[in-house]
T-cell receptor, first 113, second 115 residues
Framework: EDKVVQSPLSLVVHEGDTVTLNCSYE??????LLWYKQEKKAPTFLFML????IEKKSGRLSSILDKKELFSILNITATQTGDSAIYLC?????????????FGQGTRLTINP | NAGVTQTPKFQVLKTGQSMTLQCAQD?????MYWYRQDPGMGLRLIYY???????DKGEVPNGYNVSRLNKREFSLRLESAAPSQTSVYFC??????????????FGAGTRLSVL
C-alpha cells in the first residue's frame, strides 16, 4: 500500500527547543519527497529532496532523506512561536507531466513562549 | 501576482444540492490539482489535470467532477452534495522547473459544510 506516515501527530514544546519530525513511506520508485508548512490556510513549500542527503532551507530548518531506509526527517532548531503550524510531508511521482503527491497525516507543532 | 485563487472561501450546502468550486492560477502552470483535507488525514488528491484538455482521477474521485476550462482555470463540481463531503478543499498548480523540480503551489482553500 502506498502510505506516508508521519510522527508524532502532535508535539508541544517551549520556544528555543529543538524538534525532529518524522516521515516514513512505503514505495521506493518515486521522484522526490516534499515538506510543506501549513499555518492557517494554504500549505507553503519548504523542501524538496530527490536523493539521500541533507538540504537546508534556512539556518534553523534542515531535512534529511534516507532512500534506503524509506524515511525523512525535518529538524527545527531554536524554535520560535512562528514555527507553530502543521507540517506535512508528501512523496511525489510524476505522471504524464503532473506531480501526484501522497501526503502524510501531518504533525501539529505548537511552540509555547 | 495572486498565485492560486479559489472561490468561494466558505460555503454551506444542504444534502443533495450542487455547487462548483472555482480555481484560477496566474503562474502559467500546465498542471492543476484538487485536494480535500479532513482532520487527521492530511491532503488527499481528488482529481488532477496534467495539461489543458486532460483530467484524471486521484485517490478519492467519487462524488466529484472536474473541468479544465482553459490553462488558467480548473473547477470542481459536486453534483449532489453529501455530509461526507464536508471538508476543506484546496486547489494547486505546478510546473516543471530546471533540474527536474516540480513544486505545487496551493490556494487558500474553500471550507465546505454539507448539512
Amino acid at each position: 500500500e502506498d502510505k506516508v506516515v508521519q510522527s508524532p501527530l502532535s508535539l508541544v514544546v517551549h520556544e528555543g527547543d529543538t524538534v525532529t519530525l518524522n516521515c516514513s513511506y512505503e514505495v521506493t520508485n518515486f521522484r522526490s519527497l516534499l515538506w510543506y508548512k501549513q499555518e492557517k490556510k494554504a500549505p507553503t513549500f519548504l523542501f524538496m529532496l530527490t536523493s539521500s542527503g541533507i538540504e537546508k532551507k534556512s539556518g534553523r530548518l534542515s531535512s534529511i532523506l534516507d532512500k534506503k531506509e524509506l524515511f525523512s526527517i525535518l529538524n527545527i532548531t531554536a524554535t520560535q512561536t512562528g514555527d507553530s503550524a502543521i507540517y506535512l510531508c508528501a512523496r511525489s511521482r510524476i505522471i504524464q507531466g503532473a506531480q501526484k503527491l501522497v501526503f502524510g497525516q501531518g504533525t501539529r507543532l505548537t511552540i509555547n513562549p | 501576482n495572486a498565485g492560486v485563487t479559489q472561490t468561494p472561501k466558505f460555503q454551506v450546502l444542504k444534502t443533495g444540492q450542487s455547487m462548483t468550486l472555482q480555481c484560477a492560477q496566474d503562474m502559467n502552470h500546465n498542471s492543476m490539482y484538487w485536494y480535500r483535507q479532513d482532520p487527521g488525514m492530511g491532503l488527499r488528491l481528488i482529481y488532477y489535470s496534467a495539461s489543458e484538455g486532460t483530467t484524471d482521477k486521484g485517490e478519492v474521485p467519487n462524488g466529484y467532477n472536474v473541468s479544465r476550462l482553459n490553462k488558467r482555470e480548473f473547477s470542481l463540481r459536486l453534483e449532489s452534495a453529501a455530509p461526507s463531503q464536508t471538508s476543506v478543499y484546496f486547489c494547486a498548480s505546478s510546473e516543471f522547473l530546471a533540474g527536474g523540480r516540480n513544486i505545487q503551489y496551493f490556494g487558500a482553500g474553500t471550507r465546505l459544510s454539507v448539512l
